[in-house]
């Protein structure tokens, strides 16, 4: 029995070694391309995603930094001989690349996909939630309870707003329609309402901006996506940070993609796996406060209070039409531009 | 040198560089200018049409955008002169020991590249910046005077990151000029201003072209500086082709804006010639 | 009088022009998390992550080899492309200036994305030579330009001179107009290592991800969590170190002198 044992083991253990380097073997020398945000993003990838990947197949993992537009720019620029294998977008442009043939679709029959909140995989698997709530200065205005404190004509001409096209620009478009009891199918009302805000206080870049005078008064709100921004705010005492109701905050999703035709198709794969593992999610909630997609991840008390994590709060979201919303890129910056930022 | 002809070969390398890196991508951009988008798609049908640059000229915005843009930079480039003239003069003939320190520290906006110091910038001139702060504690101003997304924000951020450019070519110019030209102009009887107009002027003007042309077009093409000082309020030519460039992913559109301007460019660099000419007769 | 207005309005000049590093310089020694001027608490651990972080040194390190190698092509062939214009036959002098002019017209994000479908047919696509080519070929114009200027002012009279001596046509080059050129060629390289050094438009394209430079890393962090202190820091020290260099040589020159 004993003797036994131990065959069955030293088997187990020389067959797991073999199949170790038979695909170390298969893989050395090969180099997957990550597309992806720079900062805690790509930290977080390596550490939980990138390292187990090339532990285990002896392949090279490099991350390519850069905005999400500038990698969507890459992909269509280098769509006959493609560089990047994997890539991280936005939930307004994953469907554009899929619709495109740029990316390739989710793979239903994975066993990743099933773990996934169902409804998620628009264009790519989704890779992790984040809501467009309200940052606001604790001072000069009392916590937002619903979108409509954001029209309130004390603070006309004290909202911050993120560049267009943005999902933030999308999101508040959203919500400013559904307040005039339409929606983002009718874009006269949305930026007739937005227009009601004033011009905006401060077109940011950069957090640091939006945060430095919002702490000294001279930005009062900012429609802002939850996520980085609540981490950020650790920092800072006299700032908040609000999911308002009705609407409700709008999902705003990051995408992982696998792009089509890409070098290394099969490391694409895994890797994509490797991040939307239950322990990448759970670092991504744990130090980002990015909501997990995937639904086996076991988030603290600390994380699941800020993050959006349970199928009650995926409900109470605000979910618009992106393919519409896509569609009308042109237009819409455009009429932002002219309209919002008075160019 | 005697032979004249075998000298102008040695523009070939320099050419063939520009040509296979630079005009090949622009014989594709021009290209593409006539292309479109059709909608629900980001690729392009490269059917020949003409519906960018009727969307450019049938709407102001763009159009105003572009001469915006044409105006800033050309005074950036007054402003550049009238700070970089005598800042180079001196560097060439007073600054003694502190030269070489000088035109290091002249260096530095293009040693920190665009980002750094227009942050910078940003510090100074927002609501809560020194330049306001100092106002208001010396009891100038009683609100702040904002400089950040208006056409002064962005012309004082276009000189700072670009003045060194009109600075060197010139300090490389004025080096070569020997101070015993004036020395001799002025024991010839000629006044301080006549040697300036007669003597320092003609020779420096190849460094004042060199400058002006690089600090032009650095302003024309500039997208940091704009982009952030001007806090999206203002849109110039190289944010509106980011902007559809990068962001709305129209190419054909983006180009068409691009070829605009340098139809633009064209047109005042002939207007100015043709006046030229006209003085001349 | 004259003199003290002169370099009075020297100085006034210069201090605008770095007054915006100042404040970058001041802020990378502040405590906190964040961009902010003026400083809060005085502290060096901005630094100290500077020196540990094996990314920024990587890409500080990709950075200085792109900007080399882009200098050294740009400032050859520009000064090859000036001495032909201006020595050359004039009736083309005017449209080969404009064609060795022409990269400076465009806004590099629009012929990046049009070089790099280019390169994706070409295949050259995230290589170090597809990214050192763009990079001379965006400074080459400030080379051109800068030593078109610099020989303008040179007295190809000497050169004749000396060649009427007996020197060979490449020796009275090297001997008479090159040294008279120096400070044009130090001014164009310094244009041109700089302006490649900090391009981030056309390497975020162009550069693959095993070439990825110093100002894409920085780039794209800003727009998610804003500027990195440790970006500062390492700013401080460029600047630091750059002073200290032109410092040092001035000594050592003013020293070698004397002796």
């Given at each position: 029995m004993r003797m036994n044992w131990k065959a069955t083991w030293s088997v187990a253990a020389l067959s797991l070694a073999l199949s170790g380097a038979a695909t170390a073997q298969d893989f050395a020398g090969q180099t997957l391309v990550v597309g992806t945000w720079g900062g805690d993003i790509e930290r977080l990838l390596r550490e939980h995603a990138a390292r187990p990947l090339e532990e285990k197949t002896g392949a090279k993992v490099e991350f390519l930094l850069g905005g999400s537009g500038d990698r969507m720019a890459k992909m269509y620029a280098e769509k006959?001989?493609?560089?990047?294998?994997v890539t991280f977008q936005n939930i307004y442009e994953a469907p554009q690349a899929l619709a495109d043939g740029l990316v390739m679709a989710p793979?239903?029959?994975?066993?990743?996909y099933s773990d996934?909140?169902?409804?998620?995989?628009?264009?790519c698997y989704a890779m992790s939630l984040v809501g467009l709530g309200i940052a606001y200065n604790k001072d000069l205005v009392?916590?937002?309870?619903?979108?409509?404190?954001?029209?309130?004509p004390a603070v006309k001409g004290m909202i911050a707003m993120a560049p267009y096209p943005s999902s933030e620009g999308d999101g508040l478009l959203g919500v400013a329609a559904r307040l005039e009891g339409?929606?983002?199918?009718d874009p006269d009302t949305a930026f007739a309402k937005v227009r009601?805000?004033?011009?905006?206080?401060l077109n940011y870049t950069s957090l640091d901006e939006v945060f430095a005078l919002m702490d000294a008064g001279e930005v009062a709100m900012a429609p802002m996506i939850s996520g980085y921004v609540l981490a950020a705010l650790?920092?800072?005492?006299n700032i908040g940070f609000a999911f308002p109701t009705d609407p409700g905050p709008v999902l705003v999703r990051d995408m992982v993609c696998q792009v089509a035709n890409s070098p290394n198709p099969e490391l694409a794969a895994m890797f994509i796996e490797l991040a939307l593992s239950p322990e990448t999610q759970q670092a991504y909630a744990e130090e980002l406060l990015f909501g997990p997609t995937n639904s086996k991840a076991v988030l603290s008390a600390q994380a699941a209070a800020d993050t959006i994590n349970t199928p009650e709060e995926v409900e109470s979201l605000l979910q618009l039409d992106w393919p519409y919303v896509i569609s009308q890129r042109s237009d819409w910056t455009e009429r932002w531009n002219k309209d919002v930022l008075g160019q | 040198m005697t032979a004249r002809g075998p000298a102008s070969w040695l523009t070939a390398p320099g050419v063939a560089l520009i040509a296979c890196v630079f005009l090949a991508p622009f014989a594709l951009l021009v290209a593409m200018s006539f292309w479109s988008q059709p909608n629900g798609t980001l690729l392009v049908d490269?059917?020949?049409?003409?519906v960018n640059y009727e969307r450019i000229f049938s709407d102001g915005y763009y159009l105003r955008g572009l001469g915006r843009t044409l105006w800033l930079s050309l005074v950036t480039v007054a402003v550049s002169v009238v700070l970089g003239f005598p800042v180079a003069f001196w560097i060439a003939?007073?600054?003694?020991?502190?030269r070489r320190l000088t035109m290091a520290v002249m260096l530095l906006p293009i040693v920190c590249g665009a980002l750094l110091p227009t942050l910078g910038l940003v510090n100074l001139l927002s609501p809560l910046g020194i330049v306001n702060g100092t106002l208001k504690s010396l009891g100038?101003?009683?609100?702040?005077?904002?400089?950040?997304?208006t056409q002064t924000g962005i012309l004082i951020g276009l000189v700072q990151a670009f003045l060194p450019m009109m600075v060197l070519p010139l300090v490389a110019v004025l080096d070569r000029l020997p101070p015993s030209y004036e020395e001799a102009a002025k024991s010839l009887g000629a006044r301080p201003a006549q040697v300036w107009r007669r003597v320092v002027l003609p020779l420096a003007a190849p460094g004042l072209i060199a400058g002006s042309v690089l600090v032009f077009c650095a302003s024309l093409t500039s997208f940091v500086t704009p982009q952030i000082l001007g806090q999206g309020k203002i849109a110039t030519f190289a944010a509106m082709t980011w902007q559809q460039a990068s962001?709305?992913?129209d190419w054909p559109f983006a180009s068409a804006l691009a070829m605009v301007m340098l139809g633009l460019m064209a047109a005042l660099g002939g207007a100015v010639l043709v006046l030229r000419r006209g003085a001349r007769s | 009088m004259r003199r003290f207005a002169l370099s009075g309005f020297t100085i006034l000049v210069v201090l605008f022009t770095i007054a915006p590093l100042l404040v970058l310089v001041f802020s990378?020694?502040?405590?906190?998390k964040f961009f902010r001027f003026p400083p809060r608490e005085l502290s060096l651990r901005w630094f100290r992550a500077a020196f540990a972080s094996a990314e920024y040194r990587s890409s500080l390190f990709n950075s200085a080899v792109v900007g080399l190698l882009a200098t050294i092509i740009s400032v050859t062939l520009g000064t090859a492309a000036a001495l032909g214009l201006q020595?050359?036959?004039?009736?083309?002098r005017a449209a080969l200036e404009m064609v060795l002019l022409?990269?400076?017209?465009?806004?590099l994000v629009i012929w990046a994305i049009a070089l790099l479908q280019i390169y994706a047919w070409l295949g050259i696509g995230g290589t170090l030579p597809g990214l050192v080519l763009a990079h001379a070929t965006f400074t080459l114009p400030f080379s051109v330009r800068v030593m078109l200027a610099t020989l303008s002012a040179i007295d190809p009279g000497l050169e004749l001179a000396a060649r009427s001596l007996g020197a060979r046509p490449w020796r009275a080059f090297a001997r008479i107009t090159l040294p008279l050129a120096l400070p044009g060629l130090a001014t164009s390289a310094a244009l041109s290592f700089f302006i490649s050094f900090n391009d981030v438009i056309v390497s975020t394209f162009i550069a693959g991800s095993s070439w990825m430079t110093f100002p894409v890393r920085l780039y794209s962090q800003l727009r998610g969590q804003?500027?990195?202190?440790t970006t500062l820091a390492i700013g401080t020290m460029v600047i630091a170190s750059i002073l200290i260099v032109v410092a040092l040589s001035e000594l050592f020159s003013r020293k070698a002198l004397r002796t």
């Open positions: 006959s001989n493609p560089t990047m294998d793979d239903e029959s994975s066993p990743i996934l909140w169902s409804g998620m995989n628009d264009g009392e916590e937002p309870v619903e979108w409509a404190d954001m029209w309130d339409s929606d983002e199918h009601e805000l004033g011009a905006p206080a650790k920092e800072w005492d | 490269p059917t020949p049409t003409l003939r007073r600054a003694g020991r502190l100038l101003i009683d609100r702040s005077i904002p400089l950040l997304g962001l709305v992913l | 990378s020694f502040d405590d906190g020595r050359g036959a004039l009736k083309s022409a990269p400076l017209t465009l806004p804003g500027i990195d202190p």
